[in-house]
């Protein structure tokens, strides 16, 4: 079965500066992979997502996340945040076997804070 | 074009009452899927639906959750009776069939008291 790590449980950085949350996944074949974003009392939103291809994969609101086979790993990236990137972050793995069966298995987010 | 729409936003309700809640997919989806979010949590999927037939309710506690997409669009669940621990968010999500973005819809807060 798959499963999503998020090691940081909360982050804070100062508006202005750079960002990048991990994720960490395991999965036995090739995985389809998403970043959410989910504002307070909001659904999720999302960000990017890679199936497959170029490796660097660039999103909305000025997000990129970077698949690496070798370590399992598919991270987030902002060059600059905005106080408005203030929010929680899921990562999730998509998996299944034939067309019907397919779903997410989310990591338990990362809850990011920016300081003005 | 429309996006998720669930209903209602906020619901409060003491042990052992029953609550219900539903989903509306954008138009053209057909794989419904109902997620359960606890505070502090990533969301954990409770049922996932292909049309109108059940693909996976292997996380479902089918003793006091029930859910429904009868005509194969919109959905319901329901939880009877409540507990405590119930208490979360419930975030309905739909995609085209197979490996497709889901999207999710507002959700429902639920407080049992």
């Known amino acids: 079965a798959q499963s999503v790590t998020q090691p940081d449980i909360h982050i804070t950085v100062s508006e202005g500066a750079s960002l990048e949350l991990r994720c960490n996944y395991s999965?036995?074949?090739?995985?389809?992979l998403f970043w959410y974003v989910q504002s307070p009392g909001q659904g999720l939103q999302l960000l990017l997502k890679?199936?497959?291809?170029?490796?660097l994969v660039q999103g909305i609101k000025g997000f990129e996340a970077e698949f690496k086979r070798s370590q399992s790993s598919f991270n987030l990236r902002k060059p600059s945040v905005h106080w408005s990137d203030a929010a929680e972050y899921f990562c999730?793995?998509?998996?299944?076997?034939?067309?019907?069966?397919?779903?997410?298995?989310f990591g338990k987010g990362t809850l990011l804070t920016v300081n003005p | 074009e429309a996006g998720v729409a669930q209903s209602p936003r906020y619901k409060i309700i003491e042990k052992r009452q029953s609550v219900a809640f539903w989903c509306n997919p954008i138009?053209?989806?057909?794989?419904l899927y109902w997620y359960q979010q606890i505070l502090g949590q990533g969301p954990k999927l409770l049922i996932q639906?292909?049309?109108?037939?059940?693909?996976?309710d292997s996380q479902l506690p089918k003793d006091r959750f029930s859910a429904e997409r009868l005509k194969g669009v919109d959905s319901t669940l329901k939880i009877q009776p409540a507990k405590l621990e119930d208490s979360a968010v419930y975030l309905c999500?739909?995609?085209?069939?197979?490996?497709?973005?889901?999207?999710f819809g507002p959700g429902t807060r639920l407080t049992v008291l």
């Open positions: 999500a739909s995609s085209l069939r197979g490996p497709n973005t889901q999207y």
């Open positions: 999965y036995g074949a090739t995985p389809y």
């Open positions: 890679y199936f497959s291809g170029d490796t």
């Open positions: 999730a793995v998509g998996a299944g076997s034939g067309g019907s069966n397919y779903k997410l298995t």
């Open positions: 138009s053209g989806h057909a794989t």
């Open positions: 639906f292909q049309n109108n037939g059940v693909v996976d």
